[in-house]
Each structure stands twice: as C-alpha cells, then as structure tokens.
C-alpha cells in the first residue's frame, strides 16, 4: 500500500496506519504521566458542540489493579455463577495485564440544548484522539467493552455516576507484537455525493422528490 503513498497520504501517515492492538501484544512501559496528559489533550480537541466535553476517563494505577481484577471476577461470575477458573482467571487478566489502563465514561449533560446524539458523537471523536494520539506517540492501544461495560455494579464501583454510561477500558502500552495487518476498506464504501433533484424535460424538479446520488463506482479520483 505505502509504495503508492501519494503526498497528502504521506502527512496522513499517522491516522492511516493506526490500529488497534491487542492487550495480549502490548508490554511495559505505556504511557508516561506527561504522555498521558498529551494524550486527553488531545481528546480534549475532538469537535465538541458546545464545548461540553461529555466524556472523562478513569485510570486504574497499578497498586489498584488487584482490586479492580476482583471486581472483573465478580462481574464475570454475576453473569456466569458456573464460570469456569479459566474463564475467571481470563477476567482478571483484563485489569492486570494491560501497562495502562483506562475507564472511557460517555457523561451526555441532560439539561444542554446539544441534542444527546451530538454528545455522543463529540465523545466517540474523543475517544478516537485518544486512539490516534497513542499511536502517534508510538504506543499500541485498543478499546474494549464487552459484556463487563453493561453491569451496573461494576459501574457503580469503578465511579461512574447514574446518568453516565462506561463505554470500555482502554489498554495501551509499547508493541511487543505487531497486530495483524489491518483489512484495507476502500474509502467508495462510505461515499457518496448528492446531484439534488432530477430534472424532467422542462420541468424544475421538485423538492418532494429523492434526490439523487453518483455512485461510488463514477467517482473520479480529484473531481
Ligand atoms: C466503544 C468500543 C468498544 C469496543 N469493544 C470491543 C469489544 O468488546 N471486543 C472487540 O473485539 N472489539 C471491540 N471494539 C473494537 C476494537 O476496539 C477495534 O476497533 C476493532 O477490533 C477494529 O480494529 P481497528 O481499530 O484496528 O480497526 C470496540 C470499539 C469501540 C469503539
């Protein structure tokens, strides 16, 4: 892909070739305090209407780790009361292993005039600076959810607040092994661009009507 990288491809290098990393390939050390702090600043400068940051993260240091494990174990157990010690020993590992670990909480502000779903939006960019900017300082990282996200007892003891949502734990440390290629998607599948209404012979066309869309496979690349 990168033997064909044209210019502007070369300057987007840093948020074309991000990719998540898996907690299992990622090793000490993860970020830094200072890295850490660049990092939220960097989701700080997601679009956000109204300025209204609806979204905080929560770390989990290392002397907390063994805690929150067992709050994991518990989760996992609420769920599954016959979880085998595979499965709880699996659980536990998802709050010891990664090198830093963060709680994303999506914190939409009830009574704002933003419409929720535009909070919503701004935090989902947030997290995507989160992402971008691990990379670019050169750490692995990935977000995850899974089941864990929707107890609400876990909520509860992590310190979310009722009204707020925990949308995954994001790990991010140094690469111990290189993810796997990531599958190319071709930027047609999410394109399209409008030609307003058709016209018939002589007549304007009406606003009532669908308007009308090039497909992806007459794109001309520049046009
Ligand atoms: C909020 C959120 C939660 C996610 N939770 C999971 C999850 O629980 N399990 C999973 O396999 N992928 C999950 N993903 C997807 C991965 O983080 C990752 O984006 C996906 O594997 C695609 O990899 P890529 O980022 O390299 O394209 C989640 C993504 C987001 C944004």
């Known amino acids: 892909m990168w033997r064909h990288m044209t210019g502007a491809e070369r300057i987007l290098e840093v948020l074309l070739t991000r990719r998540s990393v898996s907690p299992r390939r990622l ?74 670990l963060l ?15 535009e909070q919503w939006l701004s935090a989902g960019a947030a997290l995507g600076n989160l992402l971008s900017a691990a990379h670019q300082l050169g750490y692995g990282a990935i977000v995850l959810s899974g089941e864990r996200c929707f107890d609400e007892t876990l909520a509860r003891q992590v310190g979310v607040l009722p009204g707020e949502y925990l949308a995954g734990f994001i790990s991010m440390g140094s690469i111990g092994e290189a993810p796997p290629q990531a599958r190319e998607v071709l930027s047609q599948s999410v394109w399209s661009c409008w030609q307003g209404w058709q016209e018939e012979a002589g007549q304007p066309g ?3 009507q669908p308007g009308q869309s090039i497909l992806p496979s007459d794109r001309v690349r520049g046009s």
């Open 27 to 100: 090793e000490q050390p993860g970020p830094n305090p200072d890295e850490l702090d660049a990092i939220i600043r960097a989701g700080l400068r997601a679009p956000d209407h109204g300025g209204l940051h609806p979204w905080r993260v929560i770390e989990f240091r290392p002397q907390n780790r063994e805690a929150l494990a067992w709050c994991f174990e518990q989760e996992k157990l609420r769920r599954d009361p016959l979880a085998s010690p595979t499965d709880l020993r699996r659980a536990r590992e998802h709050a010891t292993r990664p090198p830093l």
């Open 103 to 117: 709680g994303f909480v999506v914190s939409p502000r009830e009574r704002s005039k933003i419409p929720t779903r």
């Open 206 to 208: 009406r606003p009532e």
